[in-house]
Nanobody, 123 residues
Framework: VQLQASGGGLVRAGGSLRLSCTAPGRIFTRAAMGWFRQSPGKEREFVAAITRAGSSTDYAESVKGRFTISRDNAKNTVSLQMNSLKSEDTAVYYC?????????????????WGQGTQVTVSS
């Protein structure tokens, strides 16, 4: 299954980036979608998730109030708007899909993964 993440780049602290991820329709319309990130030497960590219908979201404490996850089911796209970026947000960001938002914080519970997009925040 091909999940395609895009939108990463280099930004100054305090700036914003918007990540996007597309998935095949047969997967996207049935799945909760999420974002994870991983820095060198660290484990992959949960960032945000959204239910199939987009009616409920979940966020890591470290990004609450700064990041917003959303989805457009007509375009099979999930987005992550990242504002007030900090140097500690620097990581490779991955999108993922699973059948339910339950246990969203556990990486191994997700079924499909995108290839990752690098986000670098300079201080």
């Amino acid at each position: 299954v091909q999940l395609q993440a895009s939108g990463g780049g280099l930004v100054r602290a305090g700036g914003s980036l918007r990540l996007s991820c597309t998935a095949p329709g047969r997967i996207f319309t049935r799945a909760a979608m999420g974002w994870f990130r991983q820095s060198p030497g660290k484990e992959r960590e949960f960032v945000a998730a959204i239910t199939r219908a987009g009616s409920s979201t979940d966020y890591a404490e470290s990004v609450k109030g700064r990041f917003t996850i959303s989805r457009d089911n007509a375009k099979n796209t999930v987005s992550l708007q990242m504002n007030s970026l900090k140097s500690e947000d620097t990581a490779v960001y991955y999108c993922a899909s699973k059948d339910t938002i339950l246990t969203a914080g556990i990486p191994r519970s997700w079924d499909y993964w995108g290839q990752g997009t690098q986000v670098t925040v300079s201080s």
